[in-house]
Every structure is written in structure tokens, then in C-alpha cells.
């Protein structure tokens, strides 16, 4: 009764306190009663509410608030409906702002608190704890949310408080949410409604609000809004990123983020790339990063005054641009993307391999982006999961593919300099590792890396490449020193300025000449000439200056040839910086010459004349380096008048003399004078005293003292250069002074003296070789000079100096032949030393050779004589078994006395010819029989070349095309560093760029087409005069021999110059198409316009229209080989693929003749051979067919023909080419069974059927083959069946077996037929092992082990297969003898049974007797038999 009437007391007490307010404030009673319970139920629970803009208080911990209010709550007797009642009270609450602020902000704990243990400094909001009671939680959201409308537009407060961010703040991170569904719901539609600020917050706080079970339904929602609302995309990627999504919700998001890329704006693309990039998975990692490399257009994230603004930058121009805010946006933004790329790549293994492949998989350069070049800095930078090799990598093989170009790499520097600056140390390692590779095709794309960091980076990081650049040229490696110099010399070039201040730097390789070739000497002076003595000299250039100077002189002050060289070398270069023409700067007033300057280099000059006078071989280089100069640098006309002004009358003092009719003196020789052009003049005739000079320096080579002044012969061609040069430069190309020397006579001896050459002294040989050499020079030495005077008669005369040089070289020859150990004189005196390169003449006794300048050099062009002599050779390699021994020995003789020795090793010596000497080819070509019959006075009215001269011109041109105009990356070979300087006797040519060859060429390709017509014709005529015999009685030999040379050598041109890599170069383009017109416009003359497609086309066919005059299979093959790279310069080549295998086949059933009827053979003809027929196979549509039937046909007709006789079908297929044949037969046979698809499980019938159908012709194809052995039993031939036997088998069982496997059940037969064929060539194959070890031949045992091992691997894995089809019954083995290759017993082991030598049989078990197989036949019988009685257990 106490208790009821005291609980009675709370409650009327409880009532009345909240009366005495309704008195107060009558106007809002019922909200007063709903109000009082909300205020009273807070104020039992702990919180105060306070007003007048304090917080609301709190005396108890929040979980023990939210315990009292749930409880009060549940055990009031009004619940449920008090629930609603507390709700109305807290609605009215907060219907005043500052109120419903206050209830958002946390509460401030009470001063004295009721509960001890409280003591937290810190709680929640009073909204936020209600929610955290579960009874409230859903009607609270509901008001909540129903107020965000009302301070949607109101913005954020004086206190920068946002009520809308603060009320969704509310529900984040609760403990529990009720009904998450309905909140995810009314949230979206709240965005859907709210202003983009509110869509914002609410978005992106979705992830703390929402469970994880409605994350797939809110990432779908929020996925549609995405593709409606693009400004929401940062909000929504944000929130995505973090919501725990479905891995088919993810792929189907990141798709839809990946549709809407191209449209996202620049500033929101970071949050997106990061988006993809962390929503991948292992799986699809690769496809991801494949399309987000597609869509991602860096290039579009610039605008185009910013790209203005970095190429100004970039030029040193830049000023303050008026969009300096969008310009750092812009950069800001591609910088965090780059960052979302590296952060991903470092922390996933997966993004890392698959950005990698994603940028290996694009095989075309138009298809590169700058992404990618920027994704491979990033990979390099982290090198996380050691991704820096494999960036390292794919740049390499791009690089060498032609995959990254120039362009590429400039658009990249040029407009993400500022993104790329923190990438720089990555870009230096990579730009370093592609200039010290030995692929010459990847060192030029890192030289422009090195450029471009130059241009567009700070001062740091230019030191940083002249310090990388300087350590390269340091190096000593060749590739790698020639680029890193011509990369400072353009830099000095094109940033002058710069480049001063790391002038120390540069100084720094003066102490590494030692390693430095004369060419590179020559870059290095240039590059410190220019530094010191360029327009933009300034104070510090004045210790470069001094250095220099003390360099030089103590060079040209040595002793030692190689240094006396660098400093000859380096002064010319030096005189040529102090007096180069200058724009601007350095003059004085009046124009004219500055007085110090002149001092200083009239000084240097005659110090660099003194030094060099008592050397011939030092003074012949100054006058070639001074020629040299005056090519290559615009000289001041002062300067130049300084040079030349003594050079005409020095010349003719040394070297001319006033012809007399009777030259007489102590010479080892009879003089006289010869050459003569200008009979007819009735002036005083002049000649060039070449024999007494020669004789006299001979004479007192011993004598005289090594620092006299005297005339040497060595200097008589450089001299003559120089003097040529500089009347050209002062007469502006007219040579009018100097042309008497054209055709003046030379004092030298009767050339008849060559003929009793045996009966001279060593001495007279020697001095009669030396002066050989000497009128070739000079003659080689005229043509330079006026082979571009226009006048006809100069052109004749050059024509008869070209003769004069084929006879000589002819005469030089021969004498050399009976000159053994002759050191002939130098030519080109800036290489190094000969000894050890001059080439043997055929006669033993070469002894060391002393030193002096110039290396050898194979050429690639052959003289007359020497290919005349490759072709004897060749052609009675293999001589014929009927002859005798005597016989041959004087055949061999006879063609020894007849071609002397090979001048090809002799090029050094000889003065290179210019590149404008081969202009001459425009002239026409006249034979031999016409140069007979007209005498000269007709010829003298056209200038016409000889078949002599052509070949001439042509193996000169051939030499320099292969020397600068190099084929495709994958068709060259590394440069390594070797003894012998391929660079010597092509010094001027490498003053030319390759591009400028290229034009050159081009020019000429109408010259050469003429030609190649004429040889056409030529052959044509032969071939009808002759009544279809080659060697028929109209057949000149001599001309028949330099005719072919000449189609030779042209379609090697034509084939060098189509084949050059730089046609690829995108600005190269046109200069292809120019080309190609050349050809086809000598088809269809006037057409023009016609597109790449059509001018290959039209090449091709009159290209092809020489296929019936081919008069050597070499000559054959080079007409295939330039048809294919034709052919190659179309998009689709293999459009070409029938007609070149129609042509490799027609000149392989083609039977070859030389002119005097003998059928060509030999090491060279066999080689030819084995390209061609390799040519063929690789072509042709059908290849097992094609092997089918040369092997089947073609060598059977061989075996049943006589013993001289070829096959019917294949002419060139005789006893002497079988090896040529079976071994490129067993070879392609080989690689086109390893191109057979791999057999799958999932295969259908057809496609089993088919590469069923395919195997069974490659393994008859291989028992044809393998079966020849028993004929053709000879080594070689056991070597090649072997070798390819044991890869033939190890493909059938890589290949082949599990074919077998999963098509036994449903094609027996052809699995049977294919076991049967295929035991019949493993049977052979080990017949030929016995053979082996009976001979105990370690050539032909070295291929026994591997073989037999897998002869035994082949019989187990047939019991698998029949095992795994249920038919292990059906396989059987016995013991197989040792037989040898007629398949006779091996006696000596017929007591043996030693399991080493079994092949494919082995007992089936120790107890059981074996039986042995007396036929080989009646096994694979019975294992078919027993197949076939199997076949129905297995279904």
C-alpha cells in the first residue's frame, strides 16, 4: 500500500510542475504536454536542455543517457504511444533554429557529475545519442531529414556550419541502423532533390551511414546518377571506392566509370584513374589497364594556349601567360593522376605487369601515347616488384622495334615538362642504358632523351646529362662515344649559352683522347672551339681557350705519330671556330677581321705547318684537314685568303715541271711521260714529276735527316685536294685555273715493264707498286675535282681518267701478284695503324708491315679482278672428278698469272672517291664491241661510260650505301668494339647526314634504272644472237663477265637503298614515295598521283620484268631479295607472298651456266642456293606440300639419274647441291611442325581431323627424308639427319602425343596409320645411332644420347596414350637389334643385351624370355593388329 501511494505522489508531483507552465504560456498547450515529456525524460536520463544559444549539458556517460531513455520509454504505461509523444516533444524542440543547432552540436558535460565513474571530456550531439536508441532511431531520421529541405539553400553559417552537413554527419557510424533499406532509399531521394553542394556531402558520407548488405543496391543507384550527373563524379568514385561491392557490381560500375572518361573533367580525372586502378583484381587487371591506357587523352588535358606556353617555355621565350592559374590546374591535375598510377602500381603487383603488358601488346607507333611513356617512367621510378627491369625492358624492345618515334618523345618533353620533372633521375638511368646498349637501332631514341631533358628541365638537371654525356664519351665504347659527342656538339649548337656555364665539364675529356677515333677527336675539338670561341663567348670561355692551346701545342711537339695526329687534328679544328663567319658579335665595326683573333690563328697555322713539315705522313693530314675545313665551315673570307694564298704556288713548286722531250736520271725505272689529254694545245705542256720525285725520296729515305723539309709523293693527292677546294671556294665552283691539270701528262714508266715484272729486283717491284699507287691516287684525286664541271669535254676527260684508273688497277694487280710483302703507301692519314691488315697476295712471304695510317676495311664492293677471281674460284671449287690432277693444277695456274692479286683488301690505300663522283652514272653506257668498231672520234661526241668504269662506279657506291645508309634494326648486326676501323677511307662521307645520301640516291635512281635496262637488253641479245646457249660463239667473255658483275652490283644498290631504316622515319615518307615513283614511272610513264599501294605495286612489276635475264643464281637472288623488300614497303605484304614464291621457284628449276658453258658450283653458289630455296619454301602457300615434293620427286629423279646428270624438275638439284637441298629441307620441315597448333581437349572432330591430316603429311614428309640416308650415306648428310631427326621427335612428342590422346577413340585409323609411318623413320633413326658408334665419328655420337633418349621417351608415351584410351593391352615390346644403315646386323653385339641399347622395345619383364623380332615389318603388324582388335573394348 506504501509503495503504490508513494508511486501515486511521483506522479502527481511529476504532473505538476509542467502546470504551473501551461498557466504561463496557455497558447501552446498540447505542445507544452508533448514538450514536457521530452524535457523530462532528458533531464531524468542526465542531459539538460538549455537555451538562449548555450549547448545542452550532460551529467552521465552516453551509453548510460541512452540505457535510461529506453528504459523509461519501454516501462512508461503509455508505450508504444509515448514513443510518438517524446517524438512531438523533440519536433517542437527543435523547431527553433538555434535550438535544432544546438541539438546538432555535442554536449558540454556537467561541472559535478551524478555518475562517479563518468569521466569522459567529450560527447556526442543530443540527436545523436537518441539515434543510438533503436525504439527512436527510424522517426528520428525521418525529422531529421524531413529539416534538411528547409537549410538546403540557407549555406553555411556565421561559424562556417553547414545544418544540412551537420544533420548527415548525425548518421554516420551509428552501432546499428534500423531499417537501412528505408534510409537508403529516402537518401537518394534527398539527392535527387538537394542542391550539388548537400548531393555532395550526402554521397560521399553514404559508405558510414549504410550497412554493408544495401552497399550493391546504393552502388547501382549510384552508378545511374554517375552517367546523369557528371559534377557528382569526385562524390560518387569516392564513395564507391569505399563501399564493400560484388565483384560483378564492381566490373559493371567500373565499366560505366570507364564509358564516361572521355567527358569527365580535367580536375575530376585523378579521383577517377584511382577509382579503376583500386577496383581491380587479379583476373581482369590486364584488361582494365589495357582500356584506361586507351581512353586516357593526356594530350586533350591541354589546352592549347597551354601547349603555346610550353613550347615558349621550351624555346627559352616563355613569359608570364595570362592563364597562369589554368596552366598550374592543369599540370596539378596530370601530376595526381600520375600519382594514382604510381601509388597503384607500388602497392599492387598486378597493375604493375599489367601496365607493362598493356604497353607490350601495341604494334603500331601511330597507336603509343605519351601515357605510355610516362607510365614506363613511373614503373621505373617505384621499381616496385622489381618493375624497373621490365621497364627497362619494353623501352629497349619498343625502341628497336620502331615502335617509340622521335615525334612521341618531343610531344611529351614538350608539354609535361613540369609533371615529368620528378621523374628525372628515371629518365637519366633509362636514357643511359639505351646509349650504352650494343643495338646501335635503340642508342639514337636515347640521345634525344638526353636532348630533351636538357632543353626542358632546370640547371640541376642539365648538369646532371653533360655530366651522364661527358661519362659516355669517357667510356671508350664506339656507338656509345660517337652519340654522347654529337649530342654536345648539338647542344652546343642549338644552346650556346647554357652550355657555357658546364664548359669545365666538357674540358674534362681532354684527358681521355687515347681512346678516341679521328673523327671523334675531330667532334670533340669542334665541340671546345665552339665553347671557347663561339658568339657567345664570355669570360669563362677564356681558360678553355688556354687549355686548349697547351693541349695542342704539346700534341704537335710530340714524337709519337698518333699524337702529332690529335694535335693536327685539333688546331685545324680550332682555326676553323676563331675563323668561321660571324652574323654578329665579334667583329668590329667596319666588318672586318678582329686583330687578335688573326694573330692568334695566323700563329696556330704556322705553328701546326712547322710541326707537321718534317713528317710527310703529318703534312699530308694537314692539308687533308684544312680541305676538310674548308667543306664543312664557312670560313671568314680573310681566313680563307690566308690559307690559300700560298697553296697554288707551293704546288706547283713541289709537283709540276715543264714537260721535256727526253726525261732522263738515276730512276730505278725507265721515265716517260703518259696520260696525255691535251696533245693538241700548242702552249708549254706541264706534267706532274710523280717517277723522279718517287725516285729521289727513295733514294734518300736513309740519308737525308728526319727534320728536313722534302717533297714527298704522300702529299701530292692531299695537296692537290686542298688546292681544288680552295680555288672552288674563291671562283665559286669554276675551276678554270687548275684544269690544265686534268690533262697533263704524269712522268711515270712504260706500263709494258709490268709484263717482265718477275725478271726486277724486290726494289723495282716495290718501287714500281708504289708508283702504281701513286698515279691511281692522283687520278682518283682528279675525278673528285671536276666530276661536276659541266663542260663536255671536261666530262670527257674525266670519263678517259676513270678509264685510266680500271687499266692501272688492272696493271697493279699483277704486279702486286709477283710483290710479296708489299706495304703500299698511305692513302688516308687520319686512321690508325695498318699492321697486321694488309691482305695476303696469294704468294707466301708477307712479313710485318711497319706502321702507318689506315686500317683495312672488307669491302663489300668487289674490282673486276677480284670478283672475276671469286667467280673462278667458285666455279671449280668442287673441280670436276674427270680431270686430272695435272690438269687442274694448271688451270689453277693459268687463272692465278691471268687475275693476280685481289685488290679488295687494299681500299685504305687507295683516296676515297666523293659522293658527287658517282653523278658520272647519269652518263650512257657503251660496250666494248661499239668502243671497238667506232674508234674514238663518235664516242667523243656523247659521253658514254664503259662496262670497266661502270663496274667501278657502281662497286664505290655499293661500299658507301652499305656504309651509311644502314638496313632495319633487325637486319644488323651490334657494332662490337674491333681491331679493324670500318670508317677508314670514308672520311668525307661521313661529313654527310644518311637523309643526305638517301636524296642522293634517289637522284641518281633513274641513272641506275637506265643501266639496269641496258644489262637487261644486254643478256637479251646474248641470249638471241646465241640461239638460247649462254656460252654460244657471240659471247664476249670478258664483257659477258663485267655485264653481269654490273646487274649484280645494281640490284644490290637498289636493294641497300630501299632496305635503309630511315625510310620508316615518319617525315621519310615522302621521300619513299619518290623513290618508288622512279621505278614505277619507268612501267607507265606520265601517270602521277598514284598512292603507295599502286607505286609498289607498279615497282614490282617492272622489277620482275628482269627475272628472265638473270645470267648467275646470285644475281637471281639478289633480284628476290629486292622484290621483298619492295614489296615490304606496302602495308600488306604478304599480298606478295604467291609471286615471290613463283619467282624463287622459277630460278630453282632453272639450270645455271657460266659464259663458257661449265654449270656454276662451288661455296658460294651452294650458299646462294640454300638462301633461295629457303626463300621458296618460307613463301610458298603449302609447305609440307612443297617439301613433299622436292624430297618425293625431285630427289628421286636425282637417284634414278645419271651420275653428272640434275633432276628433271629441279635443275639446280644435282649429286653436289643434295646436301643444300636435304638440309633446308629437314630444317623448315622442322619449324613449320613446330607452328602446328597445340592440340586442346575442347577441340571438335573437325579440327582434330585437320591437324591429324597435317601431322600425318609432316611425318611422311620426315620418313621421305630420313629414308634418304640409306642412299645419300655420306657424313654431312648423317649430321644433318640427326640433329633434325632429334628435333623432329621432340616436337611430335611436345606436339603430336596429345593429339593422339584425345582423338584415339574417334579417328583410330589415322591414329594407327600415323604410329605405323612414324615407327618406320624411328627405326632409321636408330639404325643410324648403331652406324654412328660403329664409326666412332664424335660428330655424329654427339647427337646419339639425346636422340635415343628420345626414341625411348616415344615408345612410353604410345603406352600412355593406349592406357589413357583404355587399349594398354594392345602394346607390346621386344628387343630391337643393332643394325647399321642397310640394316645388316652389327655382329659385334649380337650377344649383347644391354638395356642401353635398346632403342624403342624393352623386355616387359625380367623372367619373361624375349623374342627377338627377325623383321622389322611383322612388329608393326602385330601392334595393328592388335589395335585393331582392341578398338571395340575401348568404346
Known sequence: MRKRRSAVDKKETSISAPSKEKKSRSSNAPEETSQSVFAQFLQEAGVTLNYGGESNTIGV???????????????????????????????????????????????????????????????????????????????????????????????????????????????????????????????????????????RDIIT????????????????????????????????????????????????????????????????????????????????????????????????????????????????????????KVVAVNQDSITMILDGIKTAVRFQKTISEAWLKAIEAVDEPEDHKVVDLLALFILHTTNANQSRKGAERVMKSKVRGGLFLEPLLQKTFRDYAQVMRSYFPSILALAQGLVRSHDPSVVPFGGNMYRHSFTAFDSYCQQEVVGALVTHVCSGVGGEVDMALELLCRLVTENPKEMSLYAVFVKGILDYMDNLSPQQIRKLFYLLSSLAFGQQQQQQSSHIQDDMHIVIRKQLSSTVPKYKRIGIIGAVMMIGSMGACRSKGNELQNGSFPKETNRQLTALLELVQSSSESSPEAAALYFDELANLIVITNLDPHVQEIIGKSVLNDFQDDFVVDLSPNISGPFPLPACAMYNLDEDDSQEQIAINLLPLLAKETQHKETTKQNDKRVSMLCLSPFFRLLRLCEEKTHKGDLEEIDALLGCPLIVTDMNVIDKAESLSKSEKEFLCTLLFHTINWFREVVNAFCKQKDAEMKMKVMTRLQNITYLQTQLEKALAVTPGFVPPVANFDGESVEGVIPSSGVPGNKAKKESAGKKRKAPGKTPSQISSQLDESNDAEGSPQEPPEKQKEKEKEKEVKSGASLSGYRAFFRELDFEVLSVLQCGLVSCSHLNSRLNTEVREEVLLGPSELVFLLEDMLQKVEFSLHASPAKRTPFLKGKVDKSVGFSHLQQKSSKDIASGCVQLLPALCSHLENCHTYFQTVHSENSGVVDGPATDLQEHHLMCQSYQLLLQILSTIFNWSGFSQPGQRSSVKKALQVLAGRLKEGETELSLEQLVKCSFEYLQNFRNTMPSLSTALCLTRLLSTVSEKRSHAAAYRKQKASLARQFLNQEWVTATGE??????????????????????????????????????????????????????????????????????????????????????????????????????????????????????????????????????????????????????????????????????????????????????????????????????????????????????????????????EILSQRTQESDGEEEEQQPATKDQPVDEVQESDSETTNIEDDLKNMSDDSD
Open 205 to 324: 558520407s553514404l559508405p558510414e551511414i549504410l550497412e554493408d548488405s544495401q552497399h550493391n543496391d546504393i552502388a547501382r543507384e549510384l552508378n545511374s546518377l554517375l552517367q546523369e550527373n557528371t559534377q557528382l563524379t569526385v562524390p560518387i568514385l569516392d564513395a564507391l571506392s569505399s563501399l564493400n561491392l560484388s565483384s560483378s557490381i564492381l566490373i559493371e560500375v567500373r565499366a560505366a566509370v570507364m564509358a564516361t572518361l572521355a567527358a569527365v573533367e580535367l580536375e575530376d580525372l585523378p579521383v577517377v584513374v584511382k577509382f579503376i586502378l583500386h577496383s581491380v583484381s587479379a583476373s581482369d587487371a590486364l584488361e582494365v589497364v589495357s582500356n584506361l591506357r586507351k581512353k586516357l587523352e593526356l594530350e586533350q588535358c591541354l589546352l592549347p594556349s597551354v601547349l603555346q606556353d610550353s613550347q615558349n617555355r621550351l624555346n627559352n621565350k616563355a613569359t608570364q601567360a595570362p592563364n597562369a
Open 1159 to 1384: 654449270r656454276e658450283k662451288g661455296t658460294k653458289f651452294n650458299e646462294t642456293l640454300h638462301t633461295l630455296l629457303s626463300l621458296y619454301l618460307e613463301h610458298v602457300d603449302d609447305v609440307l606440300k612443297a617439301v613433299e615434293e622436292i624430297a618425293g620427286g625431285g630427289i628421286s629423279e636425282l637417284i634414278n639419274a645419271a651420275k653428272d646428270e640434275s633432276s628433271a624438275s629441279w635443275p639446280t638439284l644435282h649429286r653436289q647441291t643434295f646436301l643444300v637441298f636435304y638440309k633446308v629441307l629437314m630444317a623448315v620441315l622442322e619449324k613449320s611442325v613446330r607452328r602446328i597448333p597445340a592440340a586442346k581437349m575442347g577441340d571438335n572432330t573437325e579440327v582434330q581431323s585437320e591437324k591429324l591430316l597435317t601431322w600425318n603429311l609432316a611425318v611422311r614428309d620426315f620418313q621421305i627424308l630420313i629414308n634418304l640416308v640409306k642412299v645419300f650415306d655420306s657424313r654431312p648428310v648423317l649430321i644433318v639427319g640427326l640433329k633434325y631427326g632429334r628435333l623432329f621427335l621432340e616436337t611430335f612428342l611436345k606436339l603430336c602425343m596429345p593429339l593422339l590422346d584425345y582423338s584415339f577413340k574417334k579417328h583410330k585409323e589415322d591414329v594407327q596409320s600415323l604410329l605405323k609411318t612414324f615407327q618406320l623413320s624411328t627405326r632409321q633413326l636408330h639404325h643410324m645411332c648403331g652406324h654412328s658408334k660403329i664409326h666412332q665419328d664424335t660428330s655424329l655420337t654427339n647427337h646419339v644420347p639425346a636422340l635415343k633418349k628420345g626414341l625411348e621417351l616415344f615408345v612410353y608415351r604410345v603406352k600412355a596414350m593406349l592406357t589413357l584410351n583404355n587399349c594398354q593391352e594392345a602394346f607390346w615390346m621386344g628387343n630391337l637389334k643393332n643394325r647399321n644403315l642397310k640394316g645388316e
Open 61 to 199: 556517460d552516453q551509453v548510460v543517457f541512452q540505457k535510461r531513455i529506453q528504459k523509461r520509454l519501454k516501462k512508461s504505461p503509455k508505450y508504444p504511444d509515448i514513443v510518438k509523444e517524446f517524438i512531438t516533444g523533440l519536433e517542437a524542440h527543435i523547431e527553433d533554429a538555434e535550438r535544432f543547432k544546438n541539438s546538432l552540436l555535442p554536449c558540454v558535460p556537467r561541472a559535478k557529475a551524478e555518475d562517479s565513474s563518468y569521466s569522459s571530456s567529450f560527447q556526442e550531439s543530443l540527436l545523436r545519442m537518441l539515434l543510438g536508441v533503436e525504439m527512436l532511431q527510424t522517426l528520428i531520421i525521418n525529422t531529421l531529414l524531413e529539416k534538411v529541405p528547409e537549410f538546403m539553400l540557407e549555406g553555411t553559417s556565421d561559424g562556417g556550419l553547414s545544418i544540412p552537413r551537420m544533420i548527415i554527419n548525425q548518421l554516420k557510424w551509428l552501432d546499428r541502423v534500423v531499417d537501412s533499406k528505408e534510409l537508403a532509399s529516402k537518401l537518394i531521394e534527398l539527392v535527387s532533390v538537394a542542391p550539388v553542394e548537400v548531393q
